[in-house]
């Protein structure tokens, strides 16, 4: 079923629908946005559409009202940015904290993390892109390649040692 981008509707094209829809984002997802209580998982798709799924759990937010609030401010928030947004499959997780945020903040915060996905899903981030910045693209440290330290030669006992022989 093509869906039709001139509306603002969440029909079922633009929703994750099953577990092997969003293993797919689990597995591979080089596209991140994050805040402190949530963070969005997401992979390019080949559809002219992105699409959403939501997983917010109870370990995280345990008042239902609270994960439904949640639920349906992220899927309003992406409803309304879809025709800004590169085709993504995206995955929106809860972490502890989420549902102490009122509906306001929840709002700012989604539409930040949608803007900051684009962004990023846009201009996927490459050592260009860490020159731009004016900073050297980070080394992984080397020394724990190296082993064990080579001991030098043992030093020369002094004669009034405790233990050497006169």
């Known amino acids: 079923m093509q869906c039709s981008r001139s509306d603002f509707a969440f029909a079922k094209p633009l929703r994750l629908l099953n577990a092997a829809q969003y293993r797919a984002v689990f597995d591979s997802a080089p596209v991140r946005a994050a805040q402190p209580q949530f963070l969005i998982l997401a992979r390019p798709n080949e559809l002219d559409h992105p699409r959403l799924g939501l997983v917010i759990a109870k370990k995280h937010v345990r008042n239902a009202t ?94 009034n040692t405790p233990g050497s022989k006169p």
Request: proline fraction near 9%.
């Open 66 to 159: 609270d994960r439904n609030r949640i639920k349906r401010i992220a899927r309003e928030t992406f409803r309304l940015r879809q025709h800004e947004l590169f085709p993504l499959d995206a995955v929106v997780l809860a972490r502890g904290g989420a549902g102490e945020l009122d509906n306001a903040a929840l709002g700012k915060i989604f539409s930040k993390l949608w803007r900051k996905l684009d962004q990023r899903a846009r201009n996927p981030q490459s050592e260009s892109n860490a020159s731009r910045s004016g900073k050297p693209p980070r080394r992984k440290s080397t020394n724990a390649r190296r082993g064990p330290k080579k001991a030098g030669p043992a030093p020369a006992e002094s004669p």
